[in-house]
């Protein structure tokens, strides 16, 4: 039930159809005020093509469009204002809405097309930091509301699981490491590991050309090296599933730096064929000298390889592999330089297809104002900080319901939930203060704020013995009070395109929040539950917004108990 593309048709046969009403659509808004109505169509734009003020535009257009759904159309200087019939709206929009269940708001923008979404990646033998909760978050959203679009997600896990640290670590591993330790505390021990080298280093520089040479020989295929390399891996990986799991995040390819290590000459072969490859201080660059931009490092003086390298070659094989239509990359904005530079690479060998990949920044993580750092005491490790939310939830739960069913699953639920929304709820590239109790709050802009909503409206639900399918007409002598919550149903569909186009899972997590507010202001003020004629059309209108408030959390990442 599109309104405005309702709007648009009529605006474009008004027009003469000179303007496609796809177009028109793009144009129409949302008032600020309700006072001015439901939707307003600026006329600016006309007034040179049709040599008369947009005043005057707006004044013909409104004589001109007319349908069963306008209750009135206003002219407020250069704006057409439309003021929608409420009693049809409301019925065509709840009966929409109730019978398309979670598939309202679905578009039709990606035509099925596969969009790769590079996101969590991180690095074997060191902690997930908050840079990686948050690019698994976002990522994680943004794959849903793809979904929800008709793209075709892939989530794709980039792994640092290559690099000298590995050396360093074989080395560390072979003179005080102990297996058992290691599988019981993997991240932790291996971290452990990992200081202790640069420590001793300091004192003992054989050790440092020990790393090198373990490093090597992991390169060169050494059937030891290797097979260390692997179970560290494995170890890592079998600790960072826990967290996916709790988060309710899956991957379609764990393929990470290592998984580049064959791949990367044919790279080289291909920049030197097209001569763009330069000596600088016994390194091969690419020069960006045009792009304005800092050359990219390709192979090293040591013949190594980069970072750099890998991410050409990793493009390059999910183009080839998966013929993506989109790919983005969602990367903390320390690394903007790195993915500039990527694209200009890819740009000058000659790929058009450059042009669709995105790097998707995000700000950071503050503790105090101050930045998260992995190294030393300012570690929080993100399973603590998930395990640490999952039983203040718990807690709640114990105070204000008791007798409540399943709650540790409900409290995994709302405990994981408060992280993932406390983190989407501003755009994403604003750093993020981090509080436990901020995230966990019932009331306010916060993500248990917007599962209880949900699971009072599901109460209610369940009290008036709602059917789930309407069996009458919904019948309402006035919609006044239910008006505000109608109109939020009525953007949902809006909500996820622009969330889409500009990449933003916040644009949803307003939504829910402002939906959350609206129906709990109404359910204040008006008594659904009463006996009354319009009973039924009150609860169609609460089943509508369950359905809503539970599609917008799922695009978030976050699941809707029925009961909390
Ligand atoms: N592992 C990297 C880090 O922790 C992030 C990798 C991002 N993805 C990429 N294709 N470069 O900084």
Not at 139 to 156: E, T
Not at 232 to 237: A, G, K, Q
Not at 478 to 501: C, G, H, Q
Not at 533 to 542: D, S
Request: glycine fraction near 6%; hydrophobic fraction near 40%.
């Amino acid at each position: 039930m599109n309104f405005k593309k309702e709007l648009a048709a009529l605006l474009s046969t008004s027009l003469d159809n000179e303007i496609p009403a796809s177009e028109l659509e793009l144009l129409i808004e949302k008032p600020k005020s309700e006072v001015h109505g439901d939707l307003a169509f600026p006329c600016f734009f006309l007034a040179k093509t049709k040599r008369k003020s947009p005043n005057v535009i707006a004044e013909e257009l409104s004589k001109k469009i007319a349908s069963p759904i306008f209750e009135k159309i206003e002219v407020i200087g250069a704006y057409v204002n439309i003021f929608l019939n409420k009693q049809t709206v409301a019925q065509k929009l709840i009966t929409d809405i109730l019978q398309k269940k979670e598939s309202y708001g679905a578009l039709d923008l990606g035509e099925g097309g596969k969009v790769t979404i590079d996101m969590s990646s991180p690095n074997i033998a060191k902690p997930f930091s908050m840079g990686h909760l948050r690019s698994t978050v976002i990522g994680n959203s943004l794959a849903l509301i793809a979904d929800k679009c008709n793209y075709y997600p892939l989530k794709i896990n980039h792994l640092g699981d290559w690099g000298t640290q590995f050396g360093k670590l074989i080395t560390a591993y072979k003179l005080w490491g102990e297996a058992e330790q290691v599988r019981k505390n993997p991240i932790k021990e291996l971290l452990a590991l990992y200081i202790k080298f640069h420590e001793e280093a300091q004192t003992d520089p054989s050790l440092v050309e020990e790393g090198r040479k373990w490093f090597k020989r992991l390169e060169e295929g050494d059937a030891e090296a290797l097979t260390l390399w692997q179970w560290f891996r494995d170890e890592s990986l079998t600790e960072f599933s826990r967290i996916y799991e709790l988060m309710n995040v899956q991957f379609d390819s764990f393929a990470g730096e290592a998984f580049y290590n064959d791949k990367m000459d044919p790279v080289v072969k291909l920049l030197e064929e097209k001569q763009l490859l330069v000596e600088s201080d016994q390194a091969l660059v690419v020069e960006l000298t045009e792009e304005q931009l800092p050359p990219c490092l390709i192979k090293k003086s040591d013949g190594a390889t980069l970072y750099a390298t890998r991410d050409l070659a990793a493009a390059i094989y999910r183009k080839e592999n998966y013929d993506f239509k989109k790919s983005l990359y969602v990367v903390g904005h320390e690394q903007s330089l790195h993915f500039k530079q990527l694209i200009a690479v890819l740009d000058k060998m000659g790929y058009g297809w450059a042009q669709q990949m995105d790097h998707v920044p995000f700000g950071m993580m503050l503790k105090d104002g101050k930045k998260m750092s992995t190294r030393k005491g300012k570690v929080i490790l993100l399973e603590e900080v998930l395990n640490e939310s999952i039983s203040m939830a718990r807690q709640n739960i114990e105070e204000k319901n008791p007798n409540l069913l399943y709650k540790d699953e409900v409290a995994r639920q709302v405990g994981v939930g408060a992280v993932i929304f406390h983190d989407l709820k501003n755009h994403r590239m604003n750093d993020i203060e981090f509080s436990l109790e901020e995230m966990l709050r019932f009331e306010g802009e916060t993500g248990p704020y917007v599962q209880y909503t949900y699971a009072r409206a599901c109460s209610i639900l369940r009290k008036g013995q709602w059917q789930s399918e309407l069996s009458a007409e919904i019948n309402h002598d006035s919609w006044d009070k239910e008006w505000k919550v109608i109109s939020y149903l009525m953007e949902f569909p809006n909500t996820i395109k622009r969330a889409f186009e500009n990449l933003d899972p916040s644009q949803v997590a307003k939504y829910v929040i402002d939906l959350a507010q609206a129906f709990n202001k109404y359910y204040g003020e008006v008594k659904i539950l009463e006996e009354s004629a319009e009973q039924q059309a009150k609860l169609a209108l609460t089943a509508s917004v369950t359905i809503v408030l539970k599609e917008g959390l799922r695009l978030l990442g976050l699941e809707a108990p029925e009961e909390m």
